[in-house]
């Protein structure tokens, strides 16, 4: 399974990507997270804020980009299906070959999650 969490791209930047994630029934993950009371899981939301940086960072050219670090995440309110997930990342530093970015992923005016992350090259293979 292939996870590509943006469904659509509201906005892009140098520094800056807005981007969207539909909450469907249909998503294979939600039938066990939770039966009889379906949400996105914590970590597919994290996973959208990834996802979205990889938009923002797709022509920088070092790439593909991977997850390198995780700081400081909170979740807030559930993302249920039928709701959209805004994610909003920013780039806060830029490091070598890491890059340090602050996301939020909100439903509405509610915050589902918002944290910091470093994204760097992936290694080759060999």
């Known amino acids: 399974m292939r996870f590509d ?4 791209v509201l906005e892009c930047g140098d520094d800056r990507v807005v981007t969207v994630k539909n909450v469907t ?6 039938g ?6 379906p949400v996105l ?3 597919m939301m994290l996973e959208a804020m990834v996802a979205a940086s990889r938009r923002l960072l797709a ?7 991977v997850l390198a670090a995780v700081r400081n995440v909170r979740y807030g309110n ?6 959209q997930l805004r994610v909003t990342v920013e ?3 830029t490091d070598g070959d890491r890059i340090s970015l602050a996301g939020k992923g909100e439903v509405g005016d509610a915050v589902a999650v918002q944290g910091r992350f470093e ?3 992936a290694e080759p293979h060999g």
């Open 119 to 121: 994204m760097r090259p």
């Open 25 to 30: 029934a249909a998503e294979e993950y939600l």
């Open 5 to 8: 969490l943006v469904d659509q």
């Open 91 to 93: 780039i806060k530093k």
């Open 59 to 65: 022509d920088r050219g070092e790439g593909p980009w």
């Open 32 to 37: 066990d997270h939770f039966p009889g009371f």
């Open 41 to 43: 899981p914590g970590v």
């Open 78 to 83: 559930t993302v249920r299906p039928g709701q």
